[in-house]
């Protein structure tokens, strides 16, 4: 079953406007026009698309499966207008790195000053993601990889992910707070102010383990927060505490802004690494990135 390309746009094109009338203003057609294409395509695919009601047109479930892989193709045949016109300037990309806030900190800065090192010129561009949403963006190819945390749970059978660095977990705290012992156990410090993670992904499951395996339940009295920034200056600005990976507030600790302890007992390191589709052809900057990100794991 053969598509145009011209036709898919058209259904994309009622779907997002929600109407005939609309997509044919969008794309500057006769709304007759719209309609004999959309009926051109269900006589190809042998379904009804598209329904017309009073909350304008609807797409069926085939429908939306078909927009869903329209999608895909114009995300395809969009990024290959850019690889294209780069690579007319001699520049590799754009490569669409996704990943969770502390594994793109962790792993991307040193990877991308690796690259520089080595003289490529290439065009990146950085997404950041919750957990969930990893899977759906590879499989809709609207990311070239994703970096996050890596050997928990069972990996799909479509997805192929490597290890790149262990990273420490260690509890972070303003530089004068009044807890100053540089060693310390979960339970000593269950009637501080907290602040942890709200998305139910890998990260926030990390530390709501570290409680359970201590003994003690998870804190009441926290800030439920997922972003990084916001949560490191909370931090610095009161008397409230977290837990990190080490490598994610590296630089904080180094300047001065914040403060780490070493959390007694605590849990194994996690794996931070790559994701990717396992059967996608991959650019030649998605490997040398790769390589990139392991060599400079390695760096002091």
């Known amino acids: 079953m053969a598509f145009d390309p011209r036709q898919l746009r058209v259904l994309l094109t009622v779907v997002r406007e929600g109407s005939f009338s609309a997509a044919a203003r969008e794309l500057t057609m006769s709304q007759p026009a719209v309609s004999m294409v959309i009926a051109q395509l269900e006589r190809a695919v042998g379904t009804q698309l598209v329904e017309r009601g009073r909350q304008g047109a609807v797409p069926t479930q085939a429908g939306r499966i078909l927009t ?52 490529h010129r290439f065009a ?60 310390a156990r979960l339970s000593d410090l269950i ?20 409680f359970l395996n201590a003994g003690v339940a998870v804190p009441q009295r926290a800030v439920r927060c997922d972003s990084l920034a916001t ?4 931090i610095r600005k009161t008397n409230r505490v977290t837990i990190l990976p ?12 914040l403060r780490q302890v070493e959390i007694a007992a605590g849990p194994p ?7 990717m589709l396992r059967e996608r052809a991959q650019m030649p900057l998605a490997d040398r990135l790769v390589r990139a990100l392991s060599d400079a794991a390695t760096d002091p």
Do not use: C
């Open 68 to 119: 869903r892989r329209a999608e895909m193709i114009e995300t395809v045949l969009d990024l290959a207008s850019q690889e294209i016109a780069l690579g007319m300037n001699e520049i590799e990309g754009p490569l669409v790195v996704g990943g969770t806030p502390g594994a793109l900190m962790s792993l991307l800065p040193a990877g991308i000053a690796r690259l520089e090192e080595q003289g």
């Open 231 to 234: 949560t490191k200056e909370i």
């Open 269 to 275: 390191p996690r794996l931070v690494g790559v994701r």
């Open 246 to 257: 080490q490598r994610v507030i590296a630089t904080d600790i180094a300047s001065g802004l």
């Open 124 to 183: 990146l561009r950085i997404v950041e993601l919750a957990d969930p949403d990893i899977f759906p963006m590879l499989r809709s190819l609207r990311i070239d990889m994703a970096l996050g945390t890596v050997g928990v749970g069972i990996v799909p059978d479509d997805i192929v992910e490597r290890a790149i660095l262990s990273d420490s977990f260690v509890l972070v705290m303003k530089t004068d707070h009044v807890y100053r012992v540089p060693r």
């Open 191 to 210: 009637e501080l102010d907290w602040v942890l993670p709200e998305v139910g992904g890998a990260f926030q499951r990390q530390i709501e383990a570290m």
